[in-house]
């Protein structure tokens, strides 16, 4: 301010601007000294994705201003005669005549105060926007240092009553061979049961599905390379019970998985001490458009889901806990409802199917592409559906009938699902409970456009099913009773619901995030959550870590289905007991 004074063509506006330009030029310095680097480590320790845009701003308007700043304060004034300010002895200045006396001590303060102390305190702010920024980068673009290329794992993926995938990434290898051995009999050797492939287009990555086994028995498994130049250590996983026997077992679920640069998934620990039978993992696998693309190849996707598996914590459980996965919209880009043929061939047909789509259950329709799927566990059923490939623009009107989200072929599957075991001719036995499972809510209190409350129309269609098979089945048509329960994420809230549709109870639960930023319940992110009267919200969270539990026993007359809801340090946020209208 005290090299702007200098500049002003009057005395007058340079006693107001001057202050005004004081007060603005120390408020901008101070908020940038404190502000951006505020902003920054919020983003570092909390990752919530606004802090970005707020970081940029701040920042182009801090080069702005700095600029201005540095360029007024090189401006410095010199008493001589080459001065136009040059006071000449009289009581007035050469330039401008009388009344001097004045403006002579405003220019002659200027003239004497150096600006090195404002150079230095710029150069300060400078630097630490400067270390600011190089932390923010590091927290938002890891996968741009560093590649993760070394990262080796071997996993249990989908598993039946009779067969397992195992999957896993070897280097230096042409081919992934997978032993196997009876787990209760350690003394007897690992049997060669199988050899995939490997190659540079997948990554280094193979699948090889292992039939022939038994129902509800523990196995060991190991992943080798190419003349067993390198082997895993053994890992053990436990086959589903033969269908349609009832069982007493439980599981766990949930969505949003964002590593930091400098953390382990620690909160996959507490899945290891509830022990469940297995995990179903409901989409945001991984952010790669956090906070913004940096690139769409193939490569640039194969970088975060090695970054992903790189985790120690993460590794233990996908080597024994047999795993179940669906995509969401982070695995593209946030709110996805585009079809862009080369974003989505190398997000999605190559890096989440070489990754993680292998591992899954066989899809009904054979060819690729196609990534939603059944499985059961004993008597009971799972539909995991697929809401991105088929799904319309989410601007469409939310009744349009137009405005898919599973579109026509998906939503026969589901139906087929729900009606499967129904038919009192039906050879196939009726499954005791059955599970839709979604990356997104099911409930209409979630508002947004991106969730099945901004697609009435197939959602309409589904609801309809569901209760014209209950009437069905309590008149005698069909055989019962139909018990279905929903499950959901990607909210960054964990909640549950009993939503009503045509007097029909159903429940939904939905958890989120596992671990990765959360939405202020009430604040502007957290708004679009509702209480409508015909869909109650029975419960809300909003934390940083959390994680769905379902314990189901089907040996009672009645089968029991009990929701848990687990924060990451093991406390317990709220239980459900599902209560069947038959």
């Given at each position: 301010?005290?090299?702007?004074?200098?500049?002003?063509?009057?005395?007058?506006?340079?006693?107001?601007?001057?202050?005004?330009?004081?007060?603005?030029?120390?408020?901008?310095?101070?908020?940038?000294?404190?502000?951006?680097?505020?902003?920054?480590?919020?983003?570092?320790?909390?990752?919530?994705?606004?802090?970005?845009?707020?970081?940029?701003?701040?920042?182009g308007?801090?080069?702005?201003?700095?600029?201005?700043?540095?360029?007024?304060?090189?401006?410095?004034?010199?008493?001589?005669?080459?001065?136009?300010?040059?006071?000449?002895?009289?009581?007035?200045?050469?330039?401008?005549g009388g009344g001097g006396n004045q403006m002579q001590v405003e220019n002659a303060h200027?003239?004497?105060?150096?600006?090195?102390?404002?150079?230095?305190?710029?150069?300060?702010?400078g630097l630490l926007n400067i270390i600011a920024l190089g932390f923010w980068i590091n927290a938002a673009f890891p996968s741009r240092w560093e590649k993760f290329e070394n990262t080796q794992l071997q996993a249990v993926g989908s598993v039946t009553d009779t067969s397992a995938k195992i999957w896993g990434r070897l280097l230096a290898s042409n081919d992934m061979l997978v032993y196997i051995r009876l787990a209760s009999d350690t003394s007897l050797p690992f049997a060669l049961v199988g050899i995939a492939s490997l190659s540079s287009s997948t990554d280094y990555t193979a699948v090889y599905e292992v039939t022939?086994?038994?129902p509800a028995t523990e196995y060991q498994y190991q992943?080798?390379?190419?003349?067993?130049?390198?082997?895993?250590?053994?890992?053990?996983?436990?086959?589903?019970?033969?269908?349609p026997s009832s069982n007493?077992?439980?599981?766990?679920?949930?969505?949003?998985?964002?590593?930091?640069?400098?953390?382990?998934?620690?909160?996959?620990?507490?899945?290891?001490?509830?022990?469940?039978?297995?995990?179903?993992?409901?989409?945001?696998?991984?952010?790669?458009?956090?906070?913004?693309?940096?690139?769409?190849?193939?490569?640039?996707?194969?970088?975060?889901?090695?970054?992903?598996?790189?985790?120690?914590?993460?590794?233990s459980i996908l080597s024994t806990l047999p795993s179940f996965f669906i995509f969401s919209d982070h695995e593209l880009d946030d709110g996805w409802d585009e079809r862009t043929e080369l974003q989505y061939d190398n997000a999605i047909n190559k890096a989440w199917n070489n990754y993680v789509a292998v591992r899954n259950p066989t899809p009904p329709i054979a060819g690729g592409g196609v990534y939603y799927y059944s499985y059961n566990y004993g008597d009971v059923s799972f539909f995991v559906m697929d809401t991105r490939t088929y799904r319309a623009?989410?601007?469409?009107?939310?009744?349009?009938?137009?405005?898919?989200?599973?579109?026509?072929?998906?939503?026969?599957?589901?139906?087929?699902?729900?009606?499967?075991?129904?038919?009192?001719?039906?050879?196939?036995?009726?499954?005791?409970?059955?599970?839709?499972?979604?990356?997104?809510?099911?409930?209409?209190?979630?508002?947004?456009?991106?969730?099945?409350?901004?697609?009435?129309?197939?959602?309409?269609?589904?609801?309809?099913?569901?209760?014209?098979?209950?009437?069905?089945?309590?008149?005698?048509?069909?055989s019962g009773p139909l018990r279905v329960v929903f499950l959901s994420g990607d909210m960054h809230i964990a909640a549950s619901f009993e939503m009503n549709h045509k007097g029909r109870r159903f429940y939904e639960f939905s958890a989120s995030p596992v671990q990765a930023f959360s939405i202020r319940l009430g604040g502007s992110s957290g708004s679009f959550l509702r209480n409508r009267a015909d869909d109650k919200t029975l419960h809300t969270y909003s934390g940083t870590s959390v994680l769905g539990h379902m314990s189901v026993d089907t040996t009672t007359t009645v089968p029991s289905v009990k929701h848990t809801m687990y924060r990451y340090d093991g406390d317990v946020l709220w239980t459900v007991d599902v209560q069947f209208d038959s």
């Open positions: 301010a005290h090299r702007i004074i200098v500049l002003l063509p009057t005395q007058k506006m340079n006693k107001v601007l001057s202050v005004i330009g004081l007060i603005c030029g120390w408020f901008c310095l101070l908020v940038f000294l404190f502000f951006f680097p505020a902003a920054v480590i919020a983003f570092y320790f909390y990752t919530y994705f606004p802090v970005f845009w707020l970081c940029v701003a701040w920042m308007i801090y080069i702005i201003v700095g600029t201005i700043l540095l360029g007024v304060c090189r401006r410095r004034v010199t008493v001589g005669k080459n001065n136009p300010y040059h006071h000449n002895g009289r009581g007035d200045n050469e330039a401008g200027a003239a004497k105060i150096t600006p090195r102390r404002t150079y230095w305190f710029i150069f300060a702010v022939g086994l038994q992943v080798r390379s190419t003349n067993d130049a390198f082997s895993f250590p053994a890992s053990t996983f436990r086959t589903f019970p033969s269908i007493s077992f439980s599981f766990v679920f949930g969505s949003c998985f964002f590593r930091r640069p400098w953390e382990d998934l620690t909160n996959f620990k507490l899945i290891t001490k509830l022990s469940p039978s297995f995990y179903m993992f409901l989409g945001d696998l991984i952010y790669s458009d956090s906070p913004v693309y940096l690139s769409k190849t193939v490569e640039y996707f194969y970088t975060y889901y090695r970054r992903m598996f790189d985790d120690k914590y993460f590794q623009r989410n601007s469409l009107d939310n009744n349009s009938p137009d405005k898919d989200m599973v579109g026509s072929t998906q939503m026969e599957e589901i139906k087929e699902f729900l009606r499967e075991g129904l038919d009192p001719l039906s050879s196939i036995p009726l499954p005791r409970v059955k599970f839709l499972v979604c990356e997104i809510p099911f409930t209409l209190n979630d508002n947004r456009g991106d969730s099945w409350s901004g697609h009435m129309h197939e959602r309409t269609i589904m609801f309809d099913y569901i209760t014209d098979l209950m009437d069905a089945t309590e008149n005698g048509t069909l």
